[in-house]
């Protein structure tokens, strides 16, 4: 695709529920990050993908967080029995191999509230 | 331990005026810096590296080891500069994650 495409826009999750979040990155891009983004703050990194291995999951705040990238394509973030604390902003970021830092390119994330 | 600093988290100049967005980090190895925009209603997207010594829309920002910042910079300010502009940094050579300051909520009035 031309972008990193991350469903849904927005979600409102009662406090309780499992949500799963959607990232599609560019065709191609091996590296897969997901980023945590709260209100008033910068984002902080949870995962990370190299096609399909999941190589870093240092920043998963709680054993509630869970993400997959069976085919080494789309991913998906899971978050079991939302809390409020998980309200923030989710966003994707997909690279090519071997540029690092080079070369991100975000999606537009998805809003997840918790009430 | 790692970490960028934004000091401010708004900044409001009149248009024509100079900007400097302030950025300090602390980081053991060799970092590498990096200056990301978000305008209203779009993406993160990258405004420049430190690395390329490039200059973007007018901006540039030089890293200086000695006092451990990454200020970024324009001579004179215009009102599509308005943004939301974050400071970050990535280990050289790790696998690419980044650590991202707060953020600097730029205003450019007319």
């Known amino acids: 695709g031309a972008g990193v495409s991350q469903s849904p826009r927005y979600k409102v999750a009662k406090r309780g529920q499992d949500v799963a979040l959607r990232c599609d990155p560019i065709s191609g891009h091996v590296s897969l990050f997901w980023y945590q983004q709260a209100l008033g703050q910068g984002p902080e990194f949870l995962t990370y993908f190299q096609n399909e291995a999941q190589l870093d999951k240092s920043g998963l705040p709680s054993d509630r967080f869970f993400a997959e990238r069976p085919e080494g394509s789309v991913s998906t973030l899971k978050i079991q029995r939302t809390q409020q604390e998980d309200s923030a902003v989710y966003l994707c970021?997909?690279?090519?191999?071997?540029?690092?830092?080079?070369?991100?390119?975000f999606g537009s994330g998805t809003r997840l509230t918790v009430v | 331990a790692q970490r960028v600093t934004q000091p401010e988290k708004l900044l409001s100049v009149f248009k024509g005026a100079p900007v400097e967005l302030k950025c300090n980090y602390s980081?053991?190895?060799?970092?590498?810096l990096f200056w990301y925009v978000q305008y209203s209603r779009q993406r993160l997207q990258l405004l420049l590296r430190?690395?390329s010594r490039e200059s973007i829309k007018g901006f540039t920002a030089d890293l200086n080891k000695g006092e451990t910042s990454f200020h970024l910079k324009k001579p004179f300010a215009q009102e599509e500069d308005s943004a939301m502009y974050y400071c970050a940094l990535s280990g050289r050579g790790s696998q690419g994650n980044l650590i991202f300051g707060k953020g600097t909520k730029l205003s450019v009035k007319p």
């Open positions: 970021a997909s690279s090519r191999s071997g540029q690092g830092a080079f070369g991100y390119t």
């Open positions: 980081y053991s190895g060799s970092p590498e």
């Open positions: 430190h690395i």
